[in-house]
Every structure is written in structure tokens, then in C-alpha cells.
């Protein structure tokens, strides 16, 4: 099993930044991954970043390459986004998910879920 505890959201105004947090607990291993997605109003839910657990290898969408950064810090068990440039379109509820094994790709597969936390951007 594993926990995931999301926080750092807030309001913010366009062209601000933002930094949330995926604080997790449990079994990830070291061929996991933690994702960041989100759900903006009205809309499915999307993928925004991922890394995986140990090396480099980091994905993003392209709606936010460039403008966030996803990284990690195993010592504390934690997953960061840096979310710079902020735009009205980025308000969305952000989760970060866990994926326990190992895939190629970047986006998908992820089995543990948080909670949440909402990110509203103004203009």
C-alpha cells in the first residue's frame, strides 16, 4: 500500500509560481514512478508530469514543459512540481499518483491515488 499526501495549492495570479508537494509512504520500489495530473472544470483528467523513482528520467505534457518542473527527494520520501508562469488554464485539482512497477512510458499505469489539492490561477 502506499499514501500519497498532496499540498501547496493555493491562489495565485497569472504569471505567478507555485510549488506543490506529494509527501508518499509505503512500498513504491525502485522501478516506480510519481505522476502529477490534474482535472480542470469541465474536463477529463490529465496527465502533467512524472518522474521515476531512481536515475532521471522525467516526462511532461507539453501544455506545461517549460514552465514546470517535476523532481524528487528520496530521503523524504517526496515529489515536487515547480509550476512557474502560471496561466488562467492551469487552474485544476492536482493529484499525484503512484506507479509501483515499472513501464516504459511516462504517462500511464499509475495505481495509487491522493486526494487532491485545488490550484487556482487568476487573471
Known amino acids: 500500500q502506499v499514501q500519497l499526501v498532496e499540498s501547496g495549492g493555493g491562489l495565485v495570479q497569472a504569471g505567478g509560481s507555485l510549488r506543490l508537494s506529494c509527501a508518499a509512504s509505503?512500498?513504491?520500489?525502485?522501478?516506480?514512478?510519481i505522476g502529477w495530473f490534474r482535472q480542470r472544470p469541465g474536463k477529463e483528467r490529465e496527465f502533467v508530469a512524472s518522474?521515476?523513482?531512481?536515475?532521471?528520467?522525467?516526462y511532461y505534457s507539453d501544455s506545461v514543459k517549460g514552465r514546470f518542473t517535476i523532481s524528487r527527494d528520496n530521503a523524504k520520501n517526496t515529489v515536487y512540481l515547480q509550476m512557474n508562469s502560471l496561466k488562467p488554464e492551469d487552474t485544476a485539482v492536482y493529484y499525484c499518483?503512484?506507479?509501483?512497477?515499472?513501464?516504459?512510458?511516462?504517462?500511464?499505469?499509475?495505481?495509487?491515488w491522493g486526494q487532491g489539492t485545488q490550484v487556482t490561477v487568476s487573471s
Open positions: 499518483a503512484c506507479r509501483t512497477y515499472y513501464l516504459l512510458s511516462g504517462d500511464v499505469g499509475f495505481n495509487y
Open positions: 518522474i521515476r523513482w531512481t536515475g532521471k528520467n522525467t
Open positions: 509505503g512500498l513504491i520500489g525502485s522501478s516506480g514512478a
